[in-house]
Each structure stands twice: as C-alpha cells, then as structure tokens.
C-alpha cells in the first residue's frame, strides 16, 4: 500500500472510523465528542496537515462499524499519530483543543456548548425545536438522522437569541469563527397560520441579531419554501443571510423517496432544485451549497448529483454516509472508501470546470464533510490545475477589503419578525 494524501486518509477515516489507543488524553487534548442536531458530528476532531492546506475532519468512533477499522489514533510525546494496521504507515496529525467556552453558561444559565458548538471551524446552531418529522405518530424522519434522539436532550430546545448572540460572540473571540451556520428540521406548513413557523421566519430572529451584533458571514439552511414564497429568500439576504444550503440527500428519486420519506411526501425534490437555482442566481457563484449524502445510492447518481449542483453555480456539500448509532439505518455497512475517492475526485474536476470557488473566505473548514477544497489533493496537478488554485489565492488577496467588512456588525433595517408583503 503507498501512503495516502490527506484527503485520501480523511476519506479512509470517515469511512473506516478509529479506534483511541490507552496512550491518548484527549480528556485534556481534543474537543469532547458532541451528538448533537442530526448526530453526523459525533466523532472526534482531528486535523491532517498538508501541502495544499490542512483538511480537518470529524472522525467515527462509536458507531458499530468502528469495530473493524484497520486506523488506531497513538499519542508519542506530544505528537498523535493516526496508525494504519495494515501497514504500519504513521500520519501526523494534531487534535484542537475543547474551546474555553465550552464550559460557560449564558447569562441565562444555559450550557454555551447546548447552544451551539464548532464542527471544525464553523459554528453550528440548530435554531428550532425537533423536526416535526420526528413527531409521534409522524415517523418519517429521515432514516439516516438522529436529530429527534439529540434536540432536546444533547442540546437545548429552545434557543433564546440572546444566548446565541453570546455563544457567537465567545465563538468570534475566542476561536476567530467566521461563519456562523443555523440550520432546522421540518416544521408545519399544512394550514395557513403555521407559516410562521418555517425555517426561514424562525432563523430571521438569529440572523438579523448576529448580524448587527456579531458580524461574520452568516449561513441558513432550512427546508425550501415552494415558488410563491421565494420572497422569503430576499428577506433573509437583506437580513443578513450571505448563504443558503439545500439538503436534498439524494439524486436518485427512489432512494429520496425510501429514505426521506417526510421530504418526499411534504416537499419532493423539485422544491429543493427551484430553491437552490432561485438563491443561487440571487447571492452569485459558490454562495449557496446542495448537500447530499454518498455511499447510498449508486455513485453514478451521486456524480449526476455534483454535476447538476455545480451547474446552477452552487457547490456540492457531499457527506459521507456514517451510519448513526440509533438511527434507522445503524446497521447500513459504511461506504467502500475506493468508491467514494472516485466521488471526490468527479467533485473537484466539477469545481474547475464550473470555476466554482473554493477556501476563498477564511478560515471556513466543515469537519463533518469533505469540503470540496480538501479534494484538491485528488486532482492532477497540470496547468489547469495551477491556473484555478491561483485564481482563488487571487481572489482570496482581493477579496481581503471585503471580508473585513463583512466582519463588522452592522444595523440592518428590515424586521426579522414581520416579513415584507410579498409583490403582487
């Protein structure tokens, strides 16, 4: 076996999972293992370093399948070293630390860390109550999703916007976030007054407060709301939204429909394809993501997928499928790391080919996922490939007045609890 690149080994651990040697402390060294909103980043943080840049990822290590990994993480000194037993081959990689704040109560006395935690560099909030497909006698929440087992009981229910303000505000101060990304389940649309409670009038609240108050980029990711509503988008841009993501989970009609039952039946794909072209065209290219899950459906789908994605001038946000302890699909074998390396690889080709950016806002790296950015190191390294890297490192330099800017709170004048009236 040749030794892997760091996206390679990322994928080899996130499918594979690790085993935590006796030599360890992460009680002292690493970020606590936090199951929380849909359960995907129950694993460790850990980071591997790189030429291209250093690819951080949440690694499996309490799921069934981590039985069998071959990957042990070693500590020699103060060095962790991933270990793979099938060859003897040692990876440096560093652990970050659980963030000081962690441990700290809002001014209302509720855990910092209930209210919303770091998923490699990001902050991660789940602004509303459980999905509403995890509803008793509903039961059609997604089979992959763990949100209903964590929401509530991991983390709080209820999320004052005063406390997210103070857990953004340690979260920019203490660990330099630069995004702050609130995310919900499904919640009631079937009669008129519940309206009010979609995603994106409840995320509005958040938004507009992080916005005047903290500063930073700002993501939003909610069910879509149908065609009638896209006024709904421009409300949540001029609060102060600069992203959008659409987890629509699978390319393939029939298994979206198997396994996201809720979304099928309330919703169907189409929503999530007009929602995710609609913003895509308003906030510009790379500001608005298509999430789906690989190692399910057949790989052709999943690479029809990104293409389809990064067509609309979005990015895909591909996650590897971790088959979550208590949820429906626990003993769904975890993902052939070979098959999804040929995923990734079609992901970064997609990203050139469209001119799609990536890493150029700082210090914006998703743990959870294999950011399209960490793929660079399964690309060939030509003169296309030179040319593209070096119009994000330009980008990147010319954009530097800009994200400053972004960085400073600001007023904003529309109101986040009663939306504009739709234009006749």
């Known amino acids: 076996m040749g030794r892997f690149n ?13 085993a935590v040697d006796r030599s360890c402390t992460l009680e002292q060294d690493a970020r606590g293992f936090h199951r929380i909103r849909a359960g995907l980043g129950s694993g460790l943080e850990l980071v591997i370093p790189g030429d291209l840049k250093d690819v951080w990822c949440n690694v499996p290590v309490e799921e069934a399948f981590v039985a069998s990994t ?14 793979d037993g099938r060859d003897g081959a040692e990876y440096p990689v560093w652990l970050p630390p659980e963030p000081a704040w962690y441990s700290r109560t809002t001014s209302r006395g509720t855990p910092m860390a209930a209210i919303g ?20 006698g ?3 929440h997604c089979h992959f999703c763990t949100s209903g087992l964590n929401v509530g009981k991991a983390e709080a229910l209820r999320k004052p916007v005063e406390d997210v303000v103070e857990v953004a505000l340690a979260a920019r101060q203490e660990s330099g976030t630069t995004f702050v990304h609130f995310n919900a389940g499904y919640q009631r649309e079937d009669v008129p007054e519940a309206t009010r409670f979609h995603g994106l009038n409840l995320a509005a609240p958040y938004v507009k407060a992080v916005r005047e108050r903290v500063g930073g980029f ?5 069910a879509p709301v149908l065609r009638h509503d896209f006024w ?13 993501s659409f987890c629509y989970e699978f390319h393939n009609p029939q298994y979206f429909e198997k396994y996201c039952p809720g979304k099928c039946g309330t919703l169907g794909q189409k929503a999530f394809f007009e929602a995710m072209e609609y913003t895509s065209d308003k906030l510009g290219k790379g500001a608005v993501s298509g999430e789906i899950i690989a190692g399910i459906e057949p790989i052709e789908d999943t690479m029809a997928a990104i293409d389809y ?3 609309t001038g979005a990015f895909p946000t591909v996650c590897i499928f971790r088959p979550l302890r208590g949820s429906l699909m626990e003993d769904f074998p975890s993902p052939d790391p070979e098959d999804m390396k040929r995923v990734f690889a079609h992901l970064w080709e997609a990203m050139v080919r469209n001119g799609i950016p990536t890493d150029v806002i700082p210090n914006i790296q998703v743990s959870l996922i294999v950011n399209p950015g960490d793929a660079a190191y399964l690309g060939k390294r030509d003169l296309r490939f030179r040319r593209y890297r070096a119009k994000m490192a330009a980008l990147r330099l010319l954009g530097k007045p800009y ?3 972004k960085m400073r709170p600001r007023p904003v004048a529309a109101s986040a609890t009663e939306p504009p009236q739709p234009a006749s």
């Open 138 to 140: 509903n039961d059609r």
């Open 117 to 136: 935690v770091l998923q490699g560099t990001y902050l991660g909030i789940y602004v509303s109550e459980t999905c509403r497909y995890w509803d008793p």
């Open 232 to 244: 709904k988008y421009d409300w949540l841009i001029e609060l102060g939204t600069d992203h959008f």
């Open 403 to 405: 994200f400053w800017w």
């Open 70 to 83: 071959p990957f042990s993480l070693r500590k020699s000194g103060s060095q962790y070293l991933v270990v």
């Open 309 to 311: 994605i990064t067509s």
């Open 6 to 18: 760091p996206c390679e080994l990322e994928i080899e651990l996130l499918c594979r999972g690790i």
């Open 218 to 222: 700002i993501g939003v990711q909610v």
